[in-house]
């Protein structure tokens, strides 16, 4: 929408594409200017029933990527209660989200996701979907985080700091699946944009981001 000229702003849960910027360039006639404007963790979803208090990068590389070893959750060493066929069921999100895009570079490499996941249009949807069935496993930004969904910690490998998803492990990086997140203009903001933008970077702004769940872009006050 950026490049097409039919927004002022655009959200993204990812970076910008190189090929992105030029695009930019060619249609708006300037570059693309980048705003970090708050941190989140994507947290990896599964059913309270099930005993995993912690994943690996491999592991979950091996759950959602192709060719990846892992199809059931005995692969794991669990028995979850209410999945009587052990299988894992993997919810996902379809392939134009930013957070699609993320996890498979975090935690696929270079590998593409496995066939046969249940791809859901939002964040929420995961979560819901993880909730309420025994076998799923999902991820999902924390801001969508519920009593109803475990978040497991996350390592880097085997052996090494169990992190868990929080607004404050985003905030600092160490949780291994956290990312910033971004607004995108067409050049400098002017005018109303800028005075937006600037609100969503002052304290009053990033405290309601803080509020919905997000790490804000520095350690602020809020009441």
């Not at 379809?94 to 590998?111: C, K, M, P, W």
């Not at 999902?138 to 490998?157: H, N, Q, R």
């Amino acid at each position: 929408a950026l490049i097409n000229g039919t927004v002022d702003i655009a959200n993204a849960s990812r970076a910008i594409h190189d090929s992105e910027i030029e695009e930019v360039r060619t249609n708006r006639g300037v570059d693309p200017k980048e705003f970090i404007v708050g941190h989140d963790a994507v947290a990896v979803f599964i059913n309270p029933a099930n005993p995993i208090t912690s994943f690996t990068i491999d592991q979950l590389a091996q759950i959602y990527g192709e060719g990846g070893a892992f199809d059931s959750w005995s692969d794991l060493g669990v028995t979850v209660p209410g999945c009587p066929s052990g299988e894992i069921v993997r919810v996902s999100r379809q392939n134009n989200s930013g957070t699609y895009a993320y996890f498979r570079e975090t935690v696929l490499g270079e590998n593409e996701y496995k066939l046969g996941s249940r791809d859901m249009n939002g964040s929420k949807e995961v979560v819901d979907l993880v909730a309420n069935t025994a076998c799923a496993i999902g991820y999902s930004g924390l801001a969508y985080a519920t009593d109803e969904a475990k978040m497991p910690c996350v390592m880097v490998a085997e052996g090494e700091a169990c992190v868990p998803p929080t607004i404050e492990t985003a905030l600092d990086g160490s949780y291994p699946i956290s990312r910033p997140l971004f607004m995108y203009t067409a050049g400098e903001p002017e005018g109303a944009v800028k005075e937006y933008l600037d609100w969503i970077l002052s304290n009053a702004g990033q405290c309601i981001l803080l509020k919905k769940g997000y790490a804000p872009v520095r350690d602020i006050k809020c009441e």
